[in-house]
């Protein structure tokens, strides 16, 4: 395992000497050992840079926050070769992902269900497809309380890697190109600074980084606070009253009353339960809120509870960090610490990994000195405007359970309506729902946003594609994800790229020569793939000449061969040397944050603190 170096210099803060411990110039400090933290040291393991994590807990998390991780991140993974390892860890490909609406689970049937294949019926639909609208990864179920000890323990057999767990970040400070970061060994009760180039803070909600930068968090919480309990059952007769189901969500009439989880499909679940106003999470027992959450608020429906493995409440908030970076462009937000919304369409981590993805091969280029200070300003520029539109659109899918709640109550309590009525009150939820169902499965906020930079090359000609939430709409428009299609002898295409950057060349092998002798003049990593014969994977592709990046994204994209200089300039420009007049420019509205998101009311800002009411030990 590599270890950092530490150097024989003194600090005299506050009247105490504390030994200040030197990183090597290619090693990253990241702060927190969570998913984004432990997925930013793979990445950069990945490109060959070194990284120490430290984290202020002494293990793993115990909360099952995330339970899926989805069709893009799944891709991320697959570049890593982790995408096969990580579904050993989950719930197996036969299990579908139905999600259930019901009043509760007395009653001999849900209201209405949202379908979601499994991931082997998931598989076949992408094969039968291949118009590139589809990813090339179905998603996974898992907990993260396991993605993240799986994880761990794939980053503790990196040699790249080092971790350090029990270790709190205090705070951090830019001197020139040098980050100093004050930390406390938990176990020793001694403080320390450390030294490195760069600093990644994937510390979590309540990031102390971003306090410490007084980096302004603009949001706010939902009305309602929730009650998590995970717990181990294996009374599947009672908990399948309605059949299999990964998600059900619960309606009272007039009220979103709570949600359960199959975790593994065996005996791990999880419910949140939307605590009624007024109401002291300490006066309810655990197993009282499992059954108040599958009954009713007064109609409990027991199960047998085997352990209560952990609980605690939390307010769920979608709030966004102004800036991703200090003002030297040394310390990074990932994760939380930039942007947090709401549960539902399980945006949180994925999104958090996109970051870690987005930020590591980034930070590894940079590293290795062939990229211009450009690429890493990119990482906000891209990452911010995703992060608004997607935790929006987690306070939309939030809404639609409100929503559901208040047709539910319409008439008022089902229990006083004649049969008919009843039905009608129903038929009406059943064609909400089913009118509104891109909670997990809204592509096009997984998979078709488009970066907006200035190291992308803006393509002159056409316009980009038409982004809706709900598909992904294939297109190699410079920022968007390149489509993934199977070549004819059934090659996916996404398995052809190159480490780094990957030029795919449809025409003739003199038409990528120009770009090719620019990438090694100027010292880019550039795979050519030449596929002269591939017609229809050129009709999906839309151009004779793309260049992709290592995040999958496209960089440059056109028809004929560029020029000596030319070529020259569009790599230049994709590594972020240069900024020319037909790079894609930032968005204007970058930094620009609503008056409102759906779910919560006004927005308001904490700069030096970060507290909200009812928060548990969940979000600390």
């Not at 951090?172 to 990644?200: C, M, P, Q, W, Y």
């Not at 399980?346 to 211009?372: C, E, H, I, P, S």
């Not at 496209?554 to 560029?562: E, I, K, L, S, Y």
Request: aromatic share 8%; with cysteine; charged share 25%.
């Amino acid at each position: 395992m590599g270890t950092a170096t530490v150097s024989q210099e003194n600090n005299h803060a506050n009247g105490l000497e504390q030994r200040i411990e030197t990183l090597e110039d290619d090693r990253i400090l990241i702060a927190g050992g969570g998913p984004v933290g432990l997925v930013l040291a793979k990445v950069l393991s990945f490109y060959g840079v070194k990284s120490l994590i430290l984290e202020r807990n002494p293990t793993t998390t115990r909360w099952p926050k995330m339970d899926i991780t989805n069709a893009r991140s799944m891709e991320l993974f697959r570049k890593l070769g982790l995408a096969d390892e990580l579904r050993k860890q989950g719930v197996p490909p036969e299990f579908p992902a139905s999600v259930k609406i019901s009043k509760t689970l007395h009653e001999p049937e849900a209201i209405t269900e949202w379908p979601i294949p499994s991931v082997n019926e998931y598989r076949k639909i992408i094969a039968a497809s291949n118009d590139g609208s589809l990813p090339i990864e179905p998603y996974q179920r898992l907990s993260q309380a396991i993605f993240e000890a799986w994880l761990k323990g794939v980053c503790d057999k990196d040699p790249l890697i080092e971790s350090r767990f029990g270790w709190k970040v205090e705070s951090a400070e830019e001197h020139g190109d040098t980050v100093l970061t004050t930390v406390t060994n938990l176990a020793e009760d001694r403080k320390s600074i450390i030294s490195s180039k760069f600093l990644a803070g994937c510390d979590g909600a309540s990031s102390r980084l971003r306090r410490g930068l007084q980096i302004p968090l603009d949001g706010g919480p939902v009305p309602f606070h929730t009650l998590l309990i995970h717990f181990k059952s294996r009374d599947l007769s009672r908990l399948h009253k309605h059949g299999l189901f990964w998600h059900i969500f619960f309606l009272n009439e007039g009220h979103f009353r709570g949600a359960i989880i199959a975790q593994d499909e065996v005996d791990t679940w999880t419910t949140h339960f939307h605590l009624p106003p007024g109401l002291d999470h300490s006066t309810v027992d655990s197993r009282d809120a499992v059954y108040q959450v599958l009954g009713g608020v007064g109609t409990p429906y027991p199960i047998e509870i085997d352990e209560v493995l952990v609980r605690s409440t939390y307010r769920p908030s979608i709030a966004i960090a102004r800036s991703y970076s200090s003002p030297t462009g040394r310390i990074f937000l990932a994760g939380d610490a930039a942007h947090q919304n709401i549960p539902t369409g399980g945006y949180g981590m994925n999104m958090g990994l996109g970051d870690a993805f987005d930020l590591g091969w980034k930070l590894a280029a940079t590293v290795r000195q062939w990229a211009g200070p450009g690429l890493l300003s990119a990482y906000e520029e891209e990452r911010r405007p995703i992060a608004l539109t997607s935790i929006e659109r987690s306070g939309v899918h939030n809404a639609v359970h409100a929503k559901g709640a208040e047709l539910l109550g319409a008439r008022g309590p089902l229990s006083e309506l004649d049969k008919a009525s009843k039905q009608a009150v129903r038929d009406t939820v059943h064609q909400h729902y089913q009118a509104h169902d891109g909670e997990n499965k809204d592509l096009g906020i997984e998979m078709g946003q488009l970066y907006r930079s200035s190291v992308l090359m803006a393509d002159e000609n056409g316009q980009p594609p038409e982004w809706v939430p709900s598909r992904y709409t294939p297109s190699t428009w410079p920022g968007s994800r390149a489509p993934h299609v199977f070549l004819e002898d059934g090659t996916p295409i996404f398995d052809l790229f190159g480490m780094w950057y990957t030029l795919v060349n449809f025409s003739d092998s003199a038409a990528s020569q120009s770009l090719a002798d620019a990438a090694a003049a100027c010292q880019v990593p550039l795979k050519v793939v030449h596929l002269e014969d591939e017609d229809y994977a050129r009709q999906v592709w839309e151009k004779d000449l793309v260049i992709v990046r290592p995040d999958g994204h496209v960089a440059w994209r056109g028809d004929t061969a560029p020029g000596q200089d030319d070529a020259t300039n569009i790599l230049r420009t994709i590594t972020g040397h240069v900024e020319p007049k037909n790079a894609l420019e930032n968005g204007a509205n970058n930094k620009v944050v609503p008056k409102i998101f759906s779910s919560v009311g006004a927005t308001f800002t904490q700069s030096t603190e970060y507290e909200l009411e009812h928060m548990g030990d969940l979000q600390r």
